[in-house]
T-cell receptor, first 112, second 108 residues
C-alpha cells in the first residue's frame, strides 16, 4: 500500500500564476478530501468527493479555486490566479466506507 | 456543529516520561481518530477508535463515547514523539472535525 500520493511536495510561485496540485488516493478508497492547513485556521476541509463526484465544496474559498476528480485514482486542486494569502500546506486524504482517514504528505505552497 | 477541545495545548516532557492527552467532544460521534503531525508536517494516523481501548507499542488510546472524551497515552516518550497530536471526530457521514491539537516537545 503506497498510501496517498501528492505532488509536488513544495511549490513556489508568483502571484497571479496558476497552480495545480495533484493527488492519487489509496487504491480502493472511494472518498477523497482536500484540506488546507494554516497556522491561523488549522485544518480546513476544502472539498469532498465520493465516487469521483464532488459532494461538498462549501469550503472552497472562492472561484479562484477549483477541483476535479476525473477518475478513481486521480484528483487535482487548481488555483488560478494564485495570491499570497493562498500560501499554506494543502493535504489530500482518502478513505473507504468506515475505514480510517489517511493523509498524503501534503504540498507546501508559497505564493510570493 | 460538534466542538472538539484538546488539552493541554502545549506539553514539554523529558525523554522517558509518560503523558496523557485528552480530547473532549460536544456531541455523539460516529468515529474518532488520533493523528500525529511530525516536525516534517506529515499527518500520521495513530488510532481509529470510536470506542474502547487500543494499544500500539508505547501508545494507547481509550475512547468513552458515552462520556464524550478520548485519551491518548504516551509511555516512555522519545524525542521522535515530538510534534502535534490531533484528535478528529466524524459527526456525520464524511465531515471530520479537528481539534486544535496538543503540541508536544520531548527533550533528550
Amino acid at each position: 500500500d503506497a498510501g496517498v500520493i501528492q505532488s509536488p511536495r513544495h511549490e513556489v510561485t508568483e502571484m497571479g500564476q496558476e497552480v495545480t496540485l495533484r493527488c492519487k488516493p489509496i487504491s480502493g478508497h472511494n472518498s477523497l478530501f482536500w484540506y488546507r492547513q494554516t497556522m491561523m485556521r488549522g485544518l480546513e476541509l476544502l472539498i469532498y468527493f465520493n465516487n469521483n463526484v464532488p459532494i461538498d465544496d462549501s469550503g472552497m474559498p472562492e472561484d479562484r479555486f477549483s477541483a476535479k476528480m476525473p477518475n478513481a485514482s486521480f484528483s487535482t486542486l487548481k488555483i488560478q490566479p494564485s495570491e499570497p494569502r493562498d500560501s499554506a500546506v494543502y493535504f489530500c486524504a482518502s478513505r473507504q466506507g468506515g475505514s480510517p482517514l489517511h493523509f498524503g504528505n501534503g504540498t507546501r505552497l508559497t505564493v510570493t | 456543529g460538534i466542538q472538539v477541545e484538546q488539552s493541554p495545548p502545549d506539553l514539554i516532557l523529558q525523554e522517558g516520561a509518560n503523558s496523557t492527552l485528552r480530547c473532549n467532544f460536544s456531541d455523539s460521534v460516529n468515529n474518532l481518530q488520533w493523528f500525529h503531525q511530525n516536525p516534517w508536517g506529515q499527518l500520521i494516523n495513530l488510532f481509529y477508535i470510536p470506542s474502547g481501548t487500543k494499544q500500539n507499542g508505547r501508545l494507547s488510546a481509550t475512547t468513552v463515547a458515552t462520556e464524550r472524551y478520548s485519551l491518548l497515552y504516551i509511555s516512555s516518550s522519545q524525542t521522535t514523539d515530538s510534534g502535534v497530536y490531533f484528535c478528529a471526530v466524524l459527526g456525520g457521514t464524511y465531515k471530520y472535525i479537528f481539534g486544535t491539537g496538543t503540541r508536544l516537545k520531548v527533550l533528550a
